[in-house]
């Protein structure tokens, strides 16, 4: 095991062994293993956003044996999806490469101001199915936010009790934010610690823009002249503020953008020190092919061994 996973393990010291090897599990899989940089497959857009805007720009996609291929060959960490997915393929590709339950989904057929997932899923189908850790979303801004923190401290101390890792994606969404609120800097530092408060291992937020939501904050920021003009000073904050660098923090790619853009977005979280990228759209709607080249491409930019 190399020094830095041991680092970034000795921060969980609270955890069980089960919980601690999981995690290193995480951290020793795929391309990146004992860098402490992560590349993860995330593939519940299927339920979050539907099939077709989901899975016709690379219609292999609909099969979900087609998304344990993609991330084995191209050397991700970890594969994260909903249920059904996960039951699909689970058993012919047990043991090749780490599994994230995602607990929670929520779909867009109506899609309220203030969102709240449905709990599609519990510890004991993880456990069944021989996944790393568990996956839940959080909507701080949302109404419903309460209601979430409480859903998933419940989940995440039985995953913890059964040597489970967790990871909690943080998405500020609701009807007190603005539309650029939701990826404002103060509010996504805000929603890295609260995921962070609520015990995850791993946190998954959104690449923060140069915007100040919350007036109370923008004082602050503002009079304590916190860097935020450049992508790679943004992302140093964020880390920061989920118990300074000390949870690993990764950021989502979004909807599906040039390579050259992506590849920048990897080289400003690389050099803020933040953790990895947790890639969708931008992977599985690419051709398979391409789709390996450019996963390839972002986990040399994690490395530091691109060309």
Wanted: charge should be neutral; charged fraction near 20%.
């Amino acid at each position: 095991m190399t020094k830095r996973v041991k680092e970034i393990l000795s921060w969980y010291e609270s955890d069980n062994p089960g919980t601690r090897a999981k995690l290193a599990r995480l951290l020793n899989g795929g391309a990146l293993a004992g860098t402490g940089r992560l590349v993860i497959l995330p593939v519940d857009q299927g339920f979050e956003h539907g099939p077709a805007r989901s899975f016709a720009p690379n219609p292999p996609g609909y099969s979900p044996l087609y998304h344990f291929e993609l991330a084995i060959e191209a050397g991700c960490n970890a594969y994260a999806a909903p249920l059904g997915f996960l039951e699909a393929g689970a058993a012919e590709f047990a043991g090749e490469i780490p599994l994230i339950l995602k607990l929670n989904n929520h779909d867009v057929l109506n899609d309220e101001a203030d969102p709240i997932s449905a709990v599609t899923a519990g510890v004991p189908d993880a456990l069944r199915l021989g996944c790393a850790a568990i996956g839940f979303t959080i909507y701080p801004g949302s109404s419903h936010r309460n209601r979430m923190y409480e859903q998933i401290a419940t989940l995440a101390a039985e995953a913890k009790a059964a040597g489970l890792a967790v990871v909690i994606w943080s998405y500020p969404r609701g009807s007190a934010l603005s539309k650029a609120g939701e990826t404002a800097l103060d509010v996504v530092a805000y929603a890295a610690q609260i995921a962070a408060q609520l015990g995850a291992h791993l946190i998954k937020v959104k690449l923060p823009s140069e915007h100040l939501e919350l007036e109370a904050a923008k004082r602050v920021y503002e009079s304590s002249r916190i860097p935020r003009a450049a992508l790679a000073d943004r992302v140093r904050h964020v880390v920061q503020s989920a118990f300074d660098g000390r949870r690993i923090v990764i950021f989502s790619g979004g909807a599906k953008e040039d390579d050259q853009t992506v590849f920048e977005q990897a080289r400003a979280i690389r050099d803020g020190g933040g953790f990895g990228s947790i890639i969708g759209r931008n992977s599985f709607q690419r051709p398979r092919a391409e789709a390996i080249r450019f996963l390839g491409q972002v986990m040399k930019i994690y490395a530091g061994t691109e060309g």
